[in-house]
């Protein structure tokens, strides 16, 4: 009896190993069958971690941790993406099952209207494809502070010097081909031959730039306004026939180190048509911020100025402060190619919000 009995209990344990086993190897399958699950992506030229994220349907603010962790090797400082290196998206968890699956997108792509090419915009980015007509028979005029032989705003980090001519241009380049790839035309007004849209952290300054069309920048300040000012009335009257006409300059402020500025806007103070753009454009940025850094909050300001490109232009205008080129946290937001792709579709959608609230 007692050998049946060690017989019969040993059988027990082995049963007993065996769903042991079976359990531990079928959740180590499950785990490696779930990581086998990534999704990897390459970054493009000009990408960030929100840009990723966006573009691959994954929330942001939700996933963006998750993707630090994933990746933190593969990345640099202030958490910078190289172009042309793998990513791996983050998985998430679905209410119906523990095993995670990717979020899909059930939109479908859609091909271009139509593919065009400009040079200004640099051999990377020269190739354009008009996604829609949101901006159809919209005329838009951009100019970027300064230029040619006066840099504007400088600084030194890094022991480099970045100046806020290039950065205003670099930001003002892709407004324009974020605009025209919704349906507008744009002038671009600060224009430089040689420089298109760079994905640098530190952006050589030079003083290539012209006044559209091709004329040569005057030193004198009061001259070089006026220059500018002219070949956006010339333009205004030239297409007279388009009813919505805009001119937006960009410019980067300079204050204390320890002075954080949010994205701010000047109107020419009788122009009741450029406040309302300014609020207008201000409330979609407000509402990007709050999406995405929920608990930072928003400052920027709606101010009254009567500057030279603001009282002396025919269209009405909008006159917008990038950040504080001096601030550290700013200096982020101009550092880095990402980051000023951001900025200028975030603008975009403030002035399509601007468009379609004017047509009702």
Not at 65 to 80: R, S, T
Not at 134 to 157: M, N, R, W
Not at 240 to 251: E, G, I, S, T
Not at 253 to 265: E, N, P, S
Request: glycine share 6%; aromatic share 10%.
């Amino acid at each position: 009896m007692a050998l049946k009995t060690i017989h019969n209990v040993m059988n027990n344990i082995n049963r007993h190993t065996k769903l042991l086993l079976f359990i531990l190897f079928s959740f180590v399958g499950t785990i490696v069958f779930g990581q086998s699950n990534y999704k990897y992506i390459i970054a493009k030229e000009g990408d960030g971690i929100y840009r990723i994220l966006e573009r691959n349907h994954l929330d942001p603010i939700k996933y963006k941790k998750k993707f630090i962790a994933l990746n933190e090797k593969k990345m640099g400082k202030n958490e910078q993406v190289y172009a042309g290196v793998k990513y791996k998206l983050p998985l998430v968890e679905t209410t119906k099952s523990s095993k995670p699956t990717l979020v899909k997108s059930t939109a479908k792509s859609r091909p271009p209207l139509a593919i065009k090419k400009y040079k200004i915009f640099g051999s990377k980015y020269d190739t354009v494809h008009i996604r829609n007509n949101q901006l159809k028979g919209c005329v838009f005029y951009l100019v970027s502070g300064h230029g040619g032989p006066d840099p504007g705003a400088i600084e030194t980090i890094e022991n480099k010097m970045i100046t806020e001519d290039e950065y205003a241009y670099d930001v003002t380049l892709r407004l324009g081909r974020e605009l025209i790839r919704n349906g507008a035309r744009v002038y671009i007004i600060t224009r430089d031959p040689k420089d298109g849209i760079r994905d640098d952290k530190f952006l050589k300054n030079n003083s290539n730039e012209l006044c559209y069309p091709n004329k040569k920048i005057p030193l004198n300040q009061r001259k070089r306004l006026r220059q500018r000012a002219n070949a956006v009335n010339t333009l205004y009257k030239k297409n007279k026939n388009y009813k919505y006409q805009r001119l937006l300059v960009l410019h980067v402020d300079a204050h204390l180190i320890t002075t954080r500025i949010d994205l701010f806007f000047y109107y020419f103070k009788r122009s009741r048509t450029g406040k309302n753009m300014a609020y207008n454009m201000r409330e979609i940025i407000r509402q990007k911020y709050d999406q995405y850094q929920p608990h930072r909050g928003y400052n920027g300001k709606v101010v009254s100025r009567d500057l030279h490109m603001l009282s002396m232009t025919d269209p009405p205008t909008v006159f917008i402060e990038l950040g504080n080129i001096k601030n550290s946290r700013d200096q982020k937001r101009l550092l880095q190619p990402g980051n000023r792709q951001l900025l200028a579709e975030w603008m975009v959608e403030g002035v399509i919000y601007d468009y379609k609230k004017q047509k009702k």
